[in-house]
T-cell receptor, first 113, second 112 residues
Framework: TQLLEQSPQFLSIQEGENLTVYCNSS?????LQWYRQEPGEGPVLLVT?????EVKKLKRLTFQFGDARKDSSLHITAAQPGDTGLYLC?????????????FGKGTKLSVKP | KAGVTQTPRYLIKTRGQQVTLSCSPI?????VSWYQQTPGQGLQFLFE???????NKGNFPGRFSGRQFSNSRSEMNVSTLELGDSALYLC???????????FGQGTRLTVV
């Protein structure tokens, strides 16, 4: 069974702090997705990383895919209250459909003003 | 452009009853997937439909079923509800079978 472990499970920080969230697996994925889910809403896709070692930036968010395509990290610089939410990673196994996604349980981030 | 619409948003049912949830995908999207989200298990894949055919199915009991109509709208049904079925049920749509999809706001089901 393929598993994606996310850490930490919960994170509470002050506005302006930096943070890193991790997504780890013993399995190799063809790509990896990161989502943010706000309370009362569905997840929203932030980014997909495809190549081992790839780094993508989305404003203050930096996503990295591990060289071996088994792990990924999300770094947020100068966090803001608007960054509050549940961050989910999803590994894509071979194949091109939703049935090939493995989701982690998420990191719940709270950014206090 | 309207997003994925799920109805109802909230539902309270009694153990043993059955329930039907509805999902209208983004206009033009032909693939619809369903997920169950709970604090303990996270987001778990239920099934995926494309062109009215179930293409993939997750590891859930037969009490969970679904269908897709010719206009791509989808419904999922849960029979003989159990307390453990209390969850947020999410629907996601994509143009075709794809790993990238757009999620709806979900239906919060509470079984008492």
């Amino acid at each position: 069974t393929q598993l994606l472990e996310q850490s930490p499970q919960f994170l509470s920080i002050q506005e302006g702090e930096n943070l890193t969230v991790y997504c780890n697996s013993s399995s190799v994925f063809s790509s990896l997705q990161w989502y943010r889910q706000e309370p009362g809403e569905g997840p929203v896709l932030l980014v997909t990383v495809v190549t081992g070692g790839e780094v993508k930036k989305l404003k203050r968010l930096t996503f990295q895919f591990g060289d071996a395509r088994k792990d990924s990290s999300l770094h947020i610089t100068a966090a803001q209250p608007g960054d509050t939410g549940l961050y989910l990673c999803a590994g894509v196994t071979l194949g091109g459909s939703q049935g090939n996604l493995i989701f982690g349980k998420g990191t719940k981030l709270s950014v206090k003003p | 452009k309207a997003g994925v619409t799920q109805t109802p948003r909230y539902l309270i049912k009694t153990r043993g009853q059955q329930v039907t949830l509805s999902c209208s995908p983004i206009s033009g999207h032909r693939s619809v997937s369903w997920y169950q989200q709970t604090p303990g298990q996270g987001l778990q894949f239920l099934f995926e439909y494309f062109s009215e055919t179930q293409r993939n199915k997750g590891n859930f009991p037969g009490r969970f079923s679904g269908r897709q109509f010719s206009n791509s709208r989808s419904e999922m049904n849960v029979s003989t509800l159990e307390l453990g079925d209390s969850a947020l049920y999410l629907c996601a749509s994509s143009l075709v079978l794809d790993t990238e999809a757009f999620f709806g706001q979900g239906t919060r089901l509470t079984v008492v």
